[in-house]
């Protein structure tokens, strides 16, 4: 389970660095992608173990809040589409990297949109 958890946060703190960044667009691309591009290979790999073995793999959390508790639970149907939800972003990046080339020198460097 720590590798969807870390498939889920390297693309959130890619998309932090390169916020901070500031105007070196390639290395808010490079940051951006790259971080896209490992959190999606991580979560192919946990949703293909997941979906190979067929067995249920659950992470269970105390939480402060009364009666709470956080809880993520992954079956082969939810790997199923686990493997769109990891594999489609990291071709995007590859793509976006491209497509956002010719606006790296403009007003607004697209460190902002590896965020988002």
């Known amino acids: 389970m720590s590798l ?3 498939a889920c946060v390297l693309p959130l703190a890619g998309g932090l660095g390169a916020l901070a960044a500031g105007r070196r667009a390639r290395l808010a691309s490079m ?3 790259g971080s896209s ?14 979906l190979l073995s067929g067995e249920t793999v659950q992470l269970a959390a105390g939480w402060a809040v009364p009666y709470g508790a956080f809880s993520i639970r992954a079956d082969a149907l939810s790997s199923f589409f686990l493997l769109l939800a990891f594999g489609l972003p990291p071709l995007a990046a590859v793509f976006g990297v491209g497509y956002l080339a010719p606006y790296a020198s403009g007003r607004r460097p697209p460190r902002s949109r590896w965020y988002w």
């Not at 999606?40 to 949703?47: D, I, P, Q």
């Open 31 to 33: 940051l951006g992608a």
């Open 4 to 6: 969807f958890l870390w």
């Open 37 to 50: 591009v490992a959190g999606g290979v991580l979560g192919l790999y946990f949703a293909i173990g997941v």
